[in-house]
């Protein structure tokens, strides 16, 4: 079965500091790739998705994220972060082909202090 | 064009007690998918529909019913509630295969 793992539950960081979380799937097949964003208060956005082709993603709000298929991983990344990214982040998969059954990980809250 | 609408948005129920939750898609989409999110256990799919059709079904117990309407809305009920099943139920839509989900805001539903 298909599962995937967020490696950090809360991370914490200062403005402008460089943002990177983990995410990790398990599945022998072609997968679709996604990250999800959940404001508070808010809808979860999409943030970016990965289908095939360049492993590198870039998505809204300057994120960004690398599918290596040799690690199953899929992380995201930002550069320099703002207060206005605090929210809870979660990565997602599916097997290429079925995308209404998304696989979600059990999420990171970010909180980045002003 | 208009999002994901779900109705109602709360809702309080007693154990034993059914409920159905509504989810209207963006115009043209004919997917709509359901999943429940709480604190423990995450997000977790439920079940998608397409034209009217159980596509794919998660790993949860058949008192987790839903349907989908052919102008594409679609309704999920939970039959014999349990105080576990408190939760926001979130509906999602998309245009098909290999396209993103577009997420409503939820249901937040409280068993007492």
């Known amino acids: 079965a298909q599962s995937v793992s967020q490696h950090n539950h809360h991370v914490i960081l200062s403005e402008a500091a460089s943002l990177e979380l983990g995410c990790n799937y398990s599945?022998?097949?072609?997968?679709?790739l996604f990250w999800y964003v959940q404001y508070p208060g808010q809808h979860l956005q999409l943030l970016l998705k990965y289908f095939s082709g360049d492993p590198l993603v870039k998505g809204i709000k300057g994120f960004e994220a690398e599918f290596i298929k040799s690690k199953f991983s899929f992380n995201l990344r930002k550069p320099s972060v703002q207060w206005s990214d605090t929210a809870e982040y979660f990565c997602?998969?599916?097997?290429?082909?079925?995308?209404?059954?998304?696989?979600f990980g059990k999420g990171t809250k970010l909180s980045v202090k002003p | 064009k208009a999002g994901v609408t779900q109705t109602p948005r709360y809702l309080i129920k007693t154990r034993g007690q059914q409920v159905t939750l509504s989810c209207s898609p963006i115009s043209g989409h004919r997917s709509v998918s359901w999943y429940q999110q709480t604190p423990g256990q995450g997000l977790q799919f439920l079940f998608e529909y397409f034209s009217e059709t159980q596509r794919n079904k998660g790993n949860f117990p058949g008192r987790f019913s839903g349907r989908q309407f052919s102008n594409s809305r679609s309704e999920m009920n939970v039959s014999t509630l349990e105080l576990g099943d408190s939760a926001l139920y979130l509906c999602a839509s998309s245009a098909g295969q290999n396209n993103e989900q577009f997420f409503g805001p939820g249901t937040r539903l409280t068993v007492l």
């Open positions: 997602a998969v599916t097997r290429t082909g079925s995308q209404g059954n998304l696989i």
């Open positions: 599945y022998g097949g072609t997968v679709n």
